[in-house]
């Protein structure tokens, strides 16, 4: 693939973070569609192995990683995820959640949102948007994310996921819209 895609700043400006994530958008569709013919970019349909259970477990994941853990610092992981859940399966979370109660998905959901808000809101209060992380990132040299950059992380993740879910919902029922 010939398209680039450039991470947004981990602690940058108001204006130069929100640029860099539009920009990273733009360049991830560029790279969605890098190198396909006329062929493979007019096909309507693709397998995956996607279940909108697994994307609602990821994103009950993801609320729990990046805010409590990564923003506040928890070093323990949640009471649903066993040890050793990763070991052998690094989309765990996608896959484990076939075997579980929709109930229980929506209830580890919500769980995980409202702890990622009280972080949130925690850190609000402290430096606002400028609060850098506990935990530091491997891929920058140890530097610690901002409030700011994390919250435009997880609004980017959902809005990758929900276009998924979006896809496989109309598969589902033909149900479609926002």
């Not at 989309?91 to 409202?114: H, K, N, Q, Y």
């Amino acid at each position: 693939m010939s398209a680039l895609r450039i991470d947004p700043p981990l602690a940058g400006s108001e204006a130069d973070t929100l640029r860099r994530y539009l920009d990273y958008h733009r360049d991830t569709l560029l790279v969605k569609t890098d190198g396909l013919d006329p062929e493979q970019l007019a096909r309507r349909h693709l397998p995956s192995t996607l279940t909108l259970g697994g994307l609602l477990k990821h994103a009950a994941f993801n609320e729990d990683w990046w805010f409590a853990r990564v923003l506040a610092g928890r070093d323990s992981q949640p009471d649903w995820i066993p040890d050793g859940a990763f070991d052998h399966d690094d989309d765990w979370e996608l896959t484990s959640a076939a075997m579980d109660d929709p109930d229980e998905l929506r209830r580890i959901f919500g769980a995980a949102r409202a702890a990622a808000d009280t972080a949130i809101d925690h850190a609000l209060t402290k430096n606002g948007l400028d609060t850098l992380s506990v935990m530091t990132s491997r891929r920058e040299a140890g530097q610690a994310f901002s409030l700011r950059w994390i919250l435009l992380h997880m609004i980017e993740e959902y809005a990758r996921h929900n276009g998924h879910a979006d896809l496989l919902r109309e598969a589902i029922d033909g149900a479609v819209g926002e």
